[in-house]
């Protein structure tokens, strides 16, 4: 049986006295996509930022069999794991291309990808490569964030929201992006509030609920388990 | 529309809360004020308390921009000196009985001051307002130092090294103050303080004041609820320089000098350090770092050569762990002991503070050992009929004991806090 | 009862050391006079208030003395500092009768504090600059080569006094001089007078005049000596700490001091003992301020003359006092309260041992006394223009 | 007939070389609730900057109420009747809720610049203050420093703000963006009620927000108005069903 | 024409060393957003550690060892004290700073007392290089200015060859992201902060026994550090070379010129005994500076070569 990239066991995280995450437990195997599911506020940010350690993980978290819990979030990133938050965070003075860049962790070994294929990849980031990124549009700022991590040759992309605040059109093309990464051997855990999106490209689901897993299945599996969907999904 | 008010009321804070946090404190004050003279207090008190009024009016003047304006000036003695400066010109004028002046009271004087300042942070601030930040920082600290340095120059304006000065004693009195003997000076400062107090609490309370902290938090956001933050900074640093000229104006008949350091970076520096270690974020901040300040600058330094030192290292760790400023630490500790868990937070309160004067002795100990060594002459530091020299080793047992149990006593309470919160 | 004096003075930053060595004259002048009894029994205390050259500075100080107990205030570094003490006295005592100080200037010398601006409760030890500039100018009446002069000097009362003086004397006594240049820099701010010298050196100059003081002086001369020129300099304060240290060997015969005595002079061996104790207690400095030795000096004799410690009393006593010092006598002229005392013009020389015993700055440098460059204290003196205001006689 | 209650005229705006805005013309008429929507990086927001006088236009005007405005400072604007919410928040972070709000209500209220009177003398600005708290359901929160609201209250503070000073045109820029579902159902019913009667231009991704509040929906596409039409025409319009909405589209489709 | 190549080359001179210290705080403000206020004191202390080595061995070691050793105490403040205050914002960092400048000012008191040390020029250096209308030029002068060279030229590859430069700037913002993106953002911040504290120590090296090594020397130019970064430009290197060049030539021909207000203002009507008309173009000389730093952030708010607006 070959390990799985990713294992979270009894993951717990606490933003001052509020006890949000409640012993997460998961499993990402090598090439996987993972959609990670939930309402509103349930914890799926804090799980990704307490893998990556920004936020202060207590539990178990195994990538690739070696524990990362604790470490600072630049050692985690050089074994291989990327993350685009949530936030996007883009570095708004510096060029596109110089925000590409830095997604590179070693220059002496470059990854798979270059800037070109980047730019290939999205058009619209190729027309803007030399402006600085803080007046892109929501959506090319989204672009960027994933190219730049992508920059950074990731075994495992965890890749919060990325379609919120996009046009309906870019959901789909983002979607398709994802699809296409994850083509090329990159596991990928997914935070997604959009159902169609999620269950089009996903191999697993991961439903979570007031800090824990509630559910753990396969797209079709979901499909069926509409009791999952009202209990914890929708409102 | 009884009833919006009532709600209204509910969603303001109670008058319970506004006696103690608003009228309380003045009526505090003003008791204090009232019965020092009754204490029959020596020179050396009136000179303190006097000073002590003078930088607590600059302070919270200077606050008016910092705290309330977000407005980091690195030059706001620029305006207590030209405030002064005035002062002691028409003090003089006064004494010659020139003209319209022969029959102005100098009891009145920091009023001139007060205009005197006003008018000239109107005119620096109207072209130093038009940006905030790092940039309006540089700027005041430009505009410091070529005034400064410039004051060099005008003779019959600052002086020169020698400065200007004065003589309180003429013109007509009021209040039967003949400012003579530092108790008449007493009755002028106490008047004075606290007319400025009381306006500049007011201030904090009209619409200006308040458009102050909005243009401080989000000076975008200003232009689109209708005002121009750069009318509302320049009008705000106009009101903070006139308080500072009114402090001048005080420091004027007081010391009856003023030299051009007076305008200086040193002085500037030194108002920056009182409120900040006073606590910006709180309008009572300023007084008690002026307070605390005044009376370590000049009581300290009779105990030790250090106290420079000292005061640095003060204001270090206050940047680094209570940015909230010593007002901060006071409300803290109100808020901790009329808390809920009382307990655990006095046990902890007292170990924290154990470890930090464990600490504080071991720095003191260093401290005061190295002075000593280095002034040569043979001294050695002998606090309570100890010997400490370099070559002693108690001495390095003093230092280095207390500063570990002390840091390991700090560390330790931290821990458990985060633990308790975990 | 212990007599209270408070030494306001720079105890840091770039005149420190200037105040430095005035305060430990003070303190050893004191211990002395303890040592053999005290004044009418009592101890002489000086503590010492640092007002970094500030007179804003110096009034907190002056205020804090009083308040300590301070009756009598010791101050020179500075007349700008001096005119502020001054006035702040005069004020002091006039509104808290029974309660007044005397201040006992050494060496703040700007003519005015004993001309018109002349104070009861100011009495100056040092001689002022129009008679050091008396001195100078005597002297470069009979150098025929010099033909060009250039004046440079601290920007304040002091330094516009000098220049002043200069200025006047000079084209009285020698009208054919051409002052070539007549500069006025900040006072203790200058950190390189390298474009000042070349000024100097381009103007052609064959002597300058200067009264700067402490790291002004010291930094002047290194400038000189980087320079390479030889031009002669006229000073008051060559003796400044680090002076001529900074010119080494240049500074012979060409660096000129006008002084109150050095300790190359003749005197007895008590005084030589002082000189080298003063030496081995504070090895930084040089005997130098023999004027604060003066002053305490002046100030036991008349206190014992009046039989009494308090101000007023000491301050009538005081004057027309007269004293025996070590290179001479000293006067206080009663109607301006300005020391009359001998006045020497030196020069730097290599020590010998015998005429030049003494160096100073810690090498084998030291002053000696030129030919003919003693002037009595009766040549030296000159007129006043002081209408003095006096209180009551107790 | 009066004139619009904005109207733009051959607006452009250029940064260097890059043409942002591109020859938009576009007459909203008082009372009328006008969309705009379009792909990311369409100009929504920068055409939102050129009305609120944030930018100047390259070239071309702007009016409101029929009064030129393109070149006037931003709280000129402002007081003329327009008033805007931001994309991301934007907010005085340290003021309580009810600062902000009092903030937003001053100038409308005749209090200017004054520091001679006491913000609470004013018996008006308190009442107008405590309406617009409860209108926007805010009340409870009214003591809290902003910067500890959440995320959909911070939202809901941003359009207090925005209708405190009684603006009569009010531009709101993706509102709803990062809202759960319930929370935009509540958001969409405030902005209802809040415009009540005024003029509102609204940038939006969300389409059933759209098509819920808007009478006239204008699509941005690369600078350029393609289509300005009532919603179930949009809905048909092919191109914009290409340039923008997709096919998959409308309408909901978020859990 | 003495004067002209006197204030030349004194300029010159001055402008490098003027370079040599704002040199090191560019880099800090351009790369951490942190505008040093203790700046200078790290020069103090360069000065102080040289006087000390230079005692105990020689000149030629204080040379290479004082920069570091002052790097080294940059590197220490960086992480035990500048990296707490950093997350609450740039006025938080300055004031941090501005309170470090007053406790490096005490310490130094304390330890080497409250007046100068004599800090020396080391003798092999200590002779006349050569002579122009007769003054003599201090080798050691001219030694000055062949370190300033090299170090511009060695920073200049530094800027413009290392991509820390973007990771820093972009971590000034976003120091989480910077991190996830596999950057040790503290390791950096620290290396940076640390060499331009050392650089600010190398300046002092070099110029403490040239003017006078005291404790108030960090506070006397701390102000004109501040200006030359301004003026030059945020950020920009070339920037705060032109400004310190300029700033050097401006203040030494203002020593060099006599004339007075009257003299060139004479077709105002002013009179040489009025007080304006008194004031000489010499006595300008510390306040131009201050002036040209004023009227920079009035009009070109970006300095000489700045990108961006302070
Ligand atoms: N910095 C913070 N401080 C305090 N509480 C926080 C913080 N960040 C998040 N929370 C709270 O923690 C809970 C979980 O937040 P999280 O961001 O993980 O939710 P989420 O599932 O990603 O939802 P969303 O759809 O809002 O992104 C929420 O209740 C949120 O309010
Ligand atoms: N100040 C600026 N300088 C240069 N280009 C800019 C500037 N502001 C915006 N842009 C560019 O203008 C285009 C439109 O930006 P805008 O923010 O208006 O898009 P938007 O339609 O609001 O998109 P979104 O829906 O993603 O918010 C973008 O491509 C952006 O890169
Ligand atoms: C200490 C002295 C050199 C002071 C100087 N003579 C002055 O009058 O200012
Ligand atoms: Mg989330
Ligand atoms: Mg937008």
Known sequence: ?235 | MSETTQSMQNVGPTSGAKFRQRTLPILIFIAIILAIPMTDPSRTVYTLVHQMAINIVFALAYNMLLGKGGMLSFGHAVYFGLGGYYCLHVMNWIAEGAGIWANFPVFFLPVLGFLAGGLSAAVIGSFSTRRAGTTFAMISLGVAELIASGAFMFDSLFGGEQGISGDRMNGPQVFGLSMGPMSDIYWFMAFWTVISIIAMYAFTRTPLGRLSEATRDNPQRVQFIGYNPTRVRWLVFTASGAFAGLAGGMSAVNYEIFTPEALSLIPSGFVLIMAYVGGITYFVGPIMGAILLTYMSSMMSDFTEAWLLYLGLMFVIIVMYAPRGIAGIVFGVWDGLTGPDKGTYIGRLLVQIAGMVLMLIGLIVLVEMSIRWSNGYGEVFEPFGLHLGTTNVLTWILIIVPIGAGAALLRRVNREKEEAVA | ?394 | ?255 | ?310
């Not at chain 1, 299945?217 to 009791?227: I, M």
């Not at chain 3, 014992?304 to 000293?330: Q, R, W």
């Not at chain 5, 008191?109 to 002579?131: E, Q, R, W």
């Not at chain 5, 006595?283 to 990108?307: Q, T």
Request: overall charge negative; glycine content about 10%; aromatic content about 8%.
């Open chain 4, 1 to 255: 007939m009066t004139a619009p209650a904005l109207s733009l005229k051959n607006l452009c705006k250029s940064f260097g070389p890059a043409k942002i805005i591109n020859d938009v013309t576009l007459d909203i008429a008082k009372g009328e609730r006008h969309a705009i929507i379009g792909p990311n990086g369409a100009g929504k927001s920068t055409l939102f900057n050129l009305i609120s006088g944030l930018y100047t236009p390259t070239s071309g005007t702007v009016s409101l109420n029929g009064t030129l405005i393109s070149g006037v400072p931003p709280f000129e604007i402002n007081r003329m009747g327009l008033s805007r919410s931001f994309q991301v928040s934007n907010i005085f972070a340290n003021m309580t809720v009810r600062e902000n709000v009092r903030c937003g209500v001053l100038h409308s209220m005749g209090q200017g610049y004054a520091f001679w009177k006491s913000v609470t003398a004013s018996k008006a600005v308190q009442e107008r203050t405590y309406e617009i708290l409860e209108h926007c359901a805010l009340v409870d929160k009214a003591n809290l420093p902003a910067a500890l609201l959440p995320y959909a209250d911070q939202r809901a503070l941003e359009i207090a703000i925005t209708i405190a000073g009684g603006a009569e045109v009010i531009l709101l820029d993706e509102p709803t963006a990062g809202m759960s579902h319930s929370e935009t159902d509540r958001a969409v019913d405030l902005i209802r009620r809040s415009t009540e009667g005024k003029t509102l231009v609204i940038v939006e991704h969300d389409m059933g927000v759209i098509f819920d509040l808007a009478d006239r929906i204008s699509v941005l596409v690369y600078g350029e108005i393609i289509a300005s039409a009532p919603p179930s025409q949009i809905r048909g319009d092919a191109k914009v069903r290409e340039a923008y909405l997709g096919d998959e589209a409308l309408p909901e489709e978020t859990v």
């Open chain 3, 1 to 394: 009862d212990d007599i209270k004096f408070a030494f306001i003075d720079p105890l840091s930053g770039p005149m420190g050391p200037s105040g430095e060595a005035g305060y430990t004259s003070f303190l050893l002048a004191a211990e002395h006079i303890n040592n053999n009894g005290g004044v009418n029994g009592d101890n002489i205390v000086v503590t010492g208030y640092d007002n970094k050259v500030n007179p804003k500075e110096s009034l907190v100080q002056l205020q804090k003395a009083i308040d300590d107990g301070a009756r009598f205030i010791l101050q020179g570094n500075g007349s700008s500092v001096a005119a502020a003490i001054i006035d702040a006295v005069n004020k002091h005592n006039q509104r808290n009768p029974g309660d007044e100080v005397v201040f006992f200037n050494y060496a703040a010398v700007t003519p005015d504090f004993t001309n018109d601006g002349c104070s009861f409760w100011h009495f100056r030890f040092d001689a002022h600059a129009d008679m050091k500039m008396a001195a100078i100018t005597d002297y470069i009446k009979n150098q025929d080569d010099i033909k060009k002069v250039y004046l440079i000097g601290q920007d304040y009362i002091f330094g516009q006094a000098v220049a002043a003086a200069a200025e006047s004397q000079l084209t009285e006594k020698r009208p054919d001089i051409e002052i070539v240049g007549n500069e006025l820099h900040p006072l203790a701010k200058v950190k390189d007078f390298t474009p000042y010298i070349q000024k100097i050196i381009s103007s052609g100059a064959d002597a300058v005049i200067t009264g700067n003081w402490g790291a002004d002086m010291s930094l002047l001369m290194k400038a000189a000596a980087e320079s390479g020129s030889n031009i002669p300099y006229f000073t008051f304060y060559g003796g400044s700490l680090g002076a001529v240290s900074a010119l080494g060997e240049g500074a012979i015969d060409r660096l000129y001091q006008v002084t109150e005595g050095i300790t190359n002079l003749e005197a007895s061996d008590e005084q030589y003992a002082l000189i080298e104790e003063y030496k081995t207690r504070f090895p930084e400095y040089d005997y130098y301020y023999h004027r604060a030795f003066n002053t305490l000096n002046a100030f036991k004799a008349a206190a014992e003359k009046a039989g009494s410690a308090d101000p007023i009393p000491v301050a009538f006593a005081l004057e027309g006092l007269e004293i025996p010092e070590a290179y001479g006598t000293l006067t206080v002229r009663a109607e301006d309260h300005q020391a009359q005392q001998n006045l020497y013009i030196s020069t730097v020389a290599k020590v010998d041992g015998e005429s030049v015993k003494y160096g100073v700055d810690n090498i084998e440098l030291g002053w000696k006394l030129l030919d003919g460059g003693k002037i009595d204290a009766s040549a030296a003196e000159q007129p006043t223009t002081c209408k003095m205001e006096r209180p009551a006689k107790p």
């Open chain 5, 1 to 310: 024409m003495e004067t002209i190549v006197f204030a030349l080359l004194n300029g010159v001179i001055y402008g490098l060393l003027l370079f040599m210290l704002s040199s090191g705080l560019t880099l800090i403000f351009s790369m951490m957003g942190v505008l040093n206020f203790a700046h200078a004191s790290f020069y103090m202390l360069g000065a102080y550690f040289a006087f000390t080595i230079m005692g105990a061995t020689s000149f030629w070691i204080a040379l290479f060892i004082a920069p570091v050793l002052v790097g080294l105490v940059g590197a220490v403040v960086e992480r035990y004290g500048l990296r707490r205050v950093h997350a609450n914002g740039h006025v938080a960092e300055l004031l941090f700073t501005f309170g470090l400048a007053y406790l490096i000012e005490e310490i130094v008191k304390i330890i080497y007392g409250k007046t100068a040390v004599d800090y020396k020029i080391p003798d092999l250096l200590n002779f006349h290089a050569f002579t122009i209308y007769g003054a003599s030029f201090p080798a050691y002068r001219m030694f000055m200015l062949f370190i300033a060279i090299s170090m511009l030229i060695g920073l200049w590859f530094l800027l413009k060859k290392t991509r820390a430069g973007l990771i820093i700037q972009a971590a000034l913002t976003h120091p989480h992201m910077v991190g996830h993106l596999g950057h040790n953002v503290p390791l950096i911040f620290m290396t940076v902060f640390g060499i331009g504290c050392a650089l600010a120590g190398l300046a002092g090296v070099i110029a403490g026994n040239i003017f006078v090594t005291d404790p108030a020397m960090a506070v006397q130019m701390g102000p004109i550090v501040f200006v030359v970064v301004v003026v030059g430009g945020i950020g920009s290197l070339e920037g705060a070379f032109l400004a310190s060049i300029l700033i050097g030539l401006i203040q030494n021909f203002a020593v060099g010129i006599n004339a007075n207000f009257a003299e060139i203002f004479w077709f105002l009507g002013l009179s040489p005994t009025s007080e304006i008309g008194d004031i000489t173009i010499s006595s300008l000389a510390p306040v131009m500076p201050f002036l040209l730093l004023v009227l920079m952030l009035i009009f070109r708010p970006r300095g000489l070569m700045g990108e961006q607006e302070l």
């Open chain 1, 1 to 235: 049986m070959t390990q799985p990239m990713l294992q979270v066991k009894d993951l717990h995280a606490f933003y001052g006295k509020s006890h949000v995450l409640r012993g997460v437990n998961m499993e990402i195997m090598p090439g996987e996509v993972i959609a990670l599911l939930g309402r509103n506020g349930v914890g799926r940010s804090t799980t990704a930022k307490a893998i990556m350690g920004e936020v202060a993980p207590k539990g178990e978290i195994l990538f690739k069999g070696q524990p990362i819990a604790g470490l600072e979030s630049h050692k985690i990133a050089r074994m291989g794991l990327g993350y685009v938050p949530e936030s996007r965070d883009i570095f708004p003075t510096m060029t596109v291309r110089q925000n590409l860049v830095l997604g590179v962790k070693d220059m002496k070994n470059p990854g798979k990808y270059n800037i070109e294929q980047m730019l290939d990849m999205f058009p619209n980031l190729r027309a803007r490569a030399d402006n600085p990124a803080g007046v892109l549009s929501g959506g090319e700022k989204q672009m960027l964030t994933m190219c730049r991590t992508l920059m950074g040759d990731p075994e495992l992309i965890i890749i919060d929201e990325p379609t919120e605040g996009l046009a309906p059109m870019i959901v789909q093309q983002i979607g398709d992006t994802i699809a296409e990464i994850a083509k090329t051997g990159v596991a990928i855990l997914l935070v997604e509030q959009k159902l169609s999106i999620a269950l089009r490209i996903a191999n697993r689901v991961y439903v979570m609920g007031h800090g824990e897993i509630v559910y753990g299945g396969t797209p079709e599996d979901f499909a069926t388990r509409d009791d999952v969907r009202k209990e914890w999904l929708e409102v």
